[in-house]
């Protein structure tokens, strides 16, 4: 790896708020402070784009940049924008964003970009086989990794699960949505869960997501079989994983 591809800026797009950070990708470590500006409302394709080059923007840097997006990105198209706005299906990050980027970007899904901040950098380091990191808020979105390598766009959250959409069953948001107990939300949760692992039979589950800001409340009530850890990024990990993922590019590149 050269000198210029030991940094790299990482950007995450999420339903409220886009955030990026200047990434050390020896340590993982963030080396800026964090920007972030509100994701707009409605979250149309230009819009969004302007925000994440002003986000950019405050970087003032022209090394390799990574973009997290909520939803399936196959070389730098969005195919699916469950939690964002329908207008995204087809929009072209790379030509909304990359063409107006001063370094070379790379795009991908928010939950692969988590799942390989925590391979290279987290609770899913040195974790031979296959790990399945799950992140649980608005939406679920899951990385799938074989030896520490990523299976892109694994969209586990959209299985369908007691006839319903997975996410709309066991999201943070379906426990607001129905006015759950904790315990309520956790028997879903973890039906999910058991669900997952009789497809994928992982090693390991990585949880992320908002709601692992409170572990205390819920995590004693899950019980799959497969040992499960937090991730450590929480907050992080789109724009660790988003950066990482930019610098393996430039190198392959
Ligand atoms: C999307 C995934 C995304 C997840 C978390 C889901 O609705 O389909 O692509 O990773 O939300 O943002």
Redesign the pocket.
């Given at each position: 790896m050269n000198e210029t591809a030991n940094i790299a800026l990482g950007i995450d797009i999420?339903?409220t708020g886009i955030k990026g950070a200047l990434v050390d990708l020896k340590t993982g470590a963030l080396v800026s402070d964090r920007f972030r500006l509100d994701t707009p409302r409605p979250a149309l394709p230009a819009a969004v784009a302007d925000t994440v080059v002003a986000v950019a923007a405050h970087f003032d840097f022209a090394g390799p940049v990574g973009v997290a997006?909520?939803?399936?990105v196959l070389d730098g198209v969005v195919h699916?924008?469950?939690?964002l706005h329908p207008d995204w299906i087809g929009a072209s990050l790379a030509e909304l964003v990359g063409s107006r980027l001063s370094g070379p970007s790379v795009f991908l899904?928010?939950?692969?970009a988590a799942g390989l901040a925590e391979a290279r950098f987290g609770a899913a380091k040195g974790v031979s086989g296959v790990v399945l990191l799950v992140?649980l808020?608005?939406?679920?979105?899951?990385a799938m990794i074989s030896d520490g390598q990523l299976v892109p766009?694994s969209?586990f959250?959209?299985l369908e699960l007691d006839g319903l959409d997975a996410?709309t069953y066991a999201?943070a948001s379906a426990r607001k949505r129905n006015n759950h107990t904790w315990e309520e939300w956790a028997g879903h949760a973890e039906h999910y869960l058991k669900y997952l692992e009789r497809l994928v039979w992982p090693k390991l589950f990585v949880l992320g997501?908002g709601i692992t800001k409170n572990p205390e409340l819920w995590l004693h009530y899950l019980k799959p079989r497969t040992p499960i850890v937090l991730a450590t990024n929480i907050n992080n990990a789109g724009i660790i994983g988003a950066a990482a993922a930019a610098a393996q590019t430039q190198q392959a590149g």
């Amino acid at each position: 790896m050269n000198e210029t591809a030991n940094i790299a800026l990482g950007i995450d797009i999420g339903g409220t708020g886009i955030k990026g950070a200047l990434v050390d990708l020896k340590t993982g470590a963030l080396v800026s402070d964090r920007f972030r500006l509100d994701t707009p409302r409605p979250a149309l394709p230009a819009a969004v784009a302007d925000t994440v080059v002003a986000v950019a923007a405050h970087f003032d840097f022209a090394g390799p940049v990574g973009v997290a997006f909520p939803g399936v990105v196959l070389d730098g198209v969005v195919h699916t924008a469950a939690n964002l706005h329908p207008d995204w299906i087809g929009a072209s990050l790379a030509e909304l964003v990359g063409s107006r980027l001063s370094g070379p970007s790379v795009f991908l899904n928010d939950a692969d970009a988590a799942g390989l901040a925590e391979a290279r950098f987290g609770a899913a380091k040195g974790v031979s086989g296959v790990v399945l990191l799950v992140t649980l808020g608005t939406g679920i979105g899951t990385a799938m990794i074989s030896d520490g390598q990523l299976v892109p766009n694994s969209e586990f959250g959209h299985l369908e699960l007691d006839g319903l959409d997975a996410e709309t069953y066991a999201a943070a948001s379906a426990r607001k949505r129905n006015n759950h107990t904790w315990e309520e939300w956790a028997g879903h949760a973890e039906h999910y869960l058991k669900y997952l692992e009789r497809l994928v039979w992982p090693k390991l589950f990585v949880l992320g997501g908002g709601i692992t800001k409170n572990p205390e409340l819920w995590l004693h009530y899950l019980k799959p079989r497969t040992p499960i850890v937090l991730a450590t990024n929480i907050n992080n990990a789109g724009i660790i994983g988003a950066a990482a993922a930019a610098a393996q590019t430039q190198q392959a590149g």
